[in-house]
């Protein structure tokens, strides 16, 4: 038996490697001789920077540092701040990597400790958690059409998103500001913070011209002043991006991530540390996907015999939208403090789960404030602030989603020894309509798939709503020959109706 197949290639995003590996971070710091001496510890922080990913084959090399800062209390009760970059590089091997692979990683901090071992000394230790993602655009060949042998075919019609292009690449933003007049000049920074926010995205041949926003926040101490200093700065940027296989007629998604952040102070034309030097490497990933509709094929067989169907399971998604969106969160703790000194942050995976009544994204934030309490002491807790994000769906197909939460800004008011806290989200993601079919892969010969012979016409009674296709398919003739001896033109017959089925 001669059959051709016809097929259509819907691309996905095939995994080649997904991991998280350990990086051990160990060291001790030693105070400059104008820290004071360590009274007591009050925090130890890690902040992970990427520089470089490099591929060699099926090797990847990661290189980057992390920056661990250690807030202490001095003897007179002062906030002060130590900080050591320790240099990491670590080398993954990847069986089956190719070039053009898309790798994405994210470092993370997985903790941080320090030990004081004299009034100069500590000792700290920490791990990173190494998040490395390789991917490719997979092609997937979907049966659509069935030629000779008398190949009768049921088809169906899906709408998916074909995954055309998939990239991972980076790009520098740097600048220097001038912190406001009246503020004092920069002693010690101890927090760095930024996000980068797009904006518009516009696609051309095989690249994305993006524009947004790298929002930053410092906080710093001056020396001689009790209460430290935040200064918040917003970057503009305009910068085209290599995506290969995006186009004007293609549905375009970008992710960008913080991967490296430095804020140095400088001096300005006065001598005073009234500078600030901003360098931040921004990781960017773009996929771009082709709306199609795929004519697939739900049960075949032969008027003819000698032929049985392969089955598969055909997964499909489309992209139904790519949403950004902000979100406040807020609430209050009681702290008995006198003075909040300093509150930093770390968003904790959220957990996205869709409803009948849309998406819903649920996540926490826990907080490190650093305070002065009712007797002149500097204190440390840690609190949790909680969000939701709710984005109505329509219709009732089966959804799945992605969805990245950035903080753009956090703000902390202190109101009779209460601390109510206020968070701004980014909040960024892709909703996926899914469908999970069984569908005919190919159709290969079988002897023992015969046929009888038979009469030219039989009768038949049919069941109420019994759907033609059955009908034929158990007399091994057409659905339009049916059709035609019996005049008619939907898709079952009625119930009770008695049917002449012609052999073919």
């Known amino acids: 038996m001669e059959l051709a197949h016809n097929t259509q290639n819907v691309g996905r995003a095939q995994s ?36 470089s990913v490099q591929t060699n084959g099926e090797r990847v090399t990661v290189e980057g540092n992390a920056r661990v800062t250690v807030l202490y209390a001095a003897e007179d009760g002062s906030l002060q701040s130590v900080e050591q970059n320790t240099p990491f590089s670590r080398m993954i ?29 500590f000792d700290t230790n920490g791990m990173l958690g190494v998040l490395l993602r390789a991917a490719r655009v997979q092609e997937d060949a979907v049966l659509t059409d069935i030629i000779g042998g008398g190949i009768q075919a049921l088809r169906d019609t899906l709408g998916a998103s074909s995954l055309e292009s998939l990239a991972s690449t980076h790009f520098p933003l740097s600048e220097v500001i001038e912190i406001d007049q009246g503020a004092p000049p920069v002693d010690q920074i101890l927090l760095r913070h930024a996000a980068v926010v797009p904006g518009e995205v516009k696609a051309i041949q095989n690249k994305l011209l993006a524009k947004g926003n790298l929002e930053t926040r410092v906080v ?86 000698g032929a049985r169907p392969d089955m598969r399971l055909l997964e499909t998604h489309r992209l139904v939208e790519s949403f950004r969106d902000t979100l406040i969160a807020q609430d209050t703790y009681e702290l008995g403090a006198q003075r909040v000194l300093l509150v930093n942050h770390e968003i ?27 007797n002149g002491n500097a204190e440390t807790a840690e609190k949790e602030l909680a969000y939701t994000f709710t984005r109505a769906l329509k219709g009732d197909e089966t959804y ?43 159709v290969k010969h079988d002897e023992a798939d015969t046929i009888a012979p038979r009469a030219p016409l039989t009768i038949y009674f049919a069941s109420h709503g019994e759907p033609l296709w059955d009908i034929a398919k158990r007399y091994r003739t057409t659905m339009d020959a049916v059709r035609q001896e019996n005049e008619i033109t939907g898709e079952s017959a009625s119930g009770g109706q008695m049917l002449l089925i012609p052999s073919v």
């Open 16 to 51: 080649v490697f997904d991991a998280k590996l350990e990086q051990p971070i160990d060291g001790i710091i030693t105070l400059p001789e104008y820290c004071p001496d360590i009274h007591r510890m009050l925090r130890c922080s890690m902040e992970p920077a990427v520089h």
């Open 93 to 121: 091997d990847i069986p089956d990597l190719a070039e053009g692979d898309a790798i994405t990683v994210v470092v993370k901090p997985d903790f941080a400790n320090a030990r004081a071992t004299s009034q100069r000394r």
């Open 220 to 305: 710093y101490r001056s020396r001689g002043v009790d209460e430290p200093v935040q200064v918040l700065h917003v970057m503009p940027f305009s910068q085209i991006i290599e995506a290969p296989g995006v186009s004007e007629s293609t549905e375009n998604t970008l992710r960008l991530r913080v991967n490296a952040l430095d804020i140095t102070p400088k001096a300005d034309s006065t001598g005073a540390a009234r500078l600030l030097d901003i360098n931040a490497r921004v990781g960017a990933e773009t996929r771009g996907y082709a709306p199609v509709e795929l004519s697939v094929i739900r049960d075949a067989y032969s008027t003819q015999g």
């Open 348 to 374: 904790l995976t959220p957990e996205v789960t869709v409803k009948p009544d849309g998406l819903h994204t649920s996540g926490k934030i826990k907080l490190h404030v650093v305070y002065v309490d009712q």
């Open 400 to 442: 799945k989603a992605d969805v990245d939460v950035q903080l753009l800004n956090l703000q902390e008011t202190l109101s009779g020894g209460s601390l109510e806290v206020r968070a701004e989200l980014a909040m960024a993601g892709e909703i996926f309509a899914t469908n999970s079919r069984n569908v005919v892969g190919a």
